[in-house]
C-alpha cells in the first residue's frame, strides 16, 4: 500500500470546499476516525493514521460494536492526516457533498499487517477492543470486531 494524495486532491476544488489540501505528513501517532457522513447516502468513513495518511474506507452499515458483527468496507483513496478533525458541510456539487460529523476518534494499536489482513486494537470512545480488515476481492474488506 503506497501512500498517496494524489487521487484525493484529483476530486476536489480547495476553492469550494473547506476539506484540508493537505500533504502527506508522518506524525509518529496511530490514531483512527470514524467520520458520519451524509452525502447521497449515509455512511461512515473509517480511517487508520498509517504512512504519513490516512487509510480509508467507507463502511455502509457503520463500524461494529459487537464481536462477530461482519461489516463491509470499501477502501477510498488515502486521506490527508489533517482530515482527522474535518467536521462541516461539502458544497452540494462537490464530491462527497453533504455533512460530515466525527462519530468515534482514539488511538490504535497495530497487532499486524499483511495485504490482505489488518488487526488492530481500537481505543476510542465508542469503539474499543480487537478488530480485523480483511480483504475478500479488490476494494471490498469487511471490519469486524473479534
Not at 7 to 31: A, D, L, M
Not at 35 to 60: C, I, N, T
Not at 94 to 110: E, N, R, T
Not at 113 to 129: A, I, N, S
Request: aromatic fraction near 10%; charge should be positive.
Amino acid at each position: 500500500m503506497r501512500p498517496g494524495l494524489k487521487k484525493y486532491q484529483e476530486k476536489r476544488k480547495f476553492s469550494v470546499t473547506s476539506e484540508p489540501k493537505g500533504k502527506i505528513e508522518k506524525t509518529g501517532q496511530s490514531r483512527f476516525v470514524v467520520q458520519e457522513h451524509h452525502a447521497s447516502h449515509l455512511h461512515y468513513d473509517f480511517r487508520l493514521e498509517m504512512d504519513g495518511v490516512l487509510k480509508s474506507w467507507a463502511v455502509p452499515k457503520g463500524p461494529p460494536e459487537v464481536a462477530g458483527v461482519k461489516r463491509l468496507a470499501v477502501a477510498v483513496e488515502d486521506h490527508p492526516v489533517g482530515y482527522i478533525d474535518f467536521e462541516g458541510e461539502i458544497p452540494e456539487g462537490q464530491y462527497g457533498a453533504g455533512i460530515v460529523k466525527i462519530w468515534d476518534k482514539g488511538k490504535f494499536i497495530l497487532k499486524s499487517r499483511e495485504p490482505k489482513v489488518m488487526k488492530f486494537e481500537l481505543l476510542g470512545k465508542r469503539l474499543k477492543g480487537d478488530y480485523a480488515l480483511v480483504n475478500f476481492r479488490g476494494k471490498n474488506w469487511l471490519l469486524y470486531k473479534l
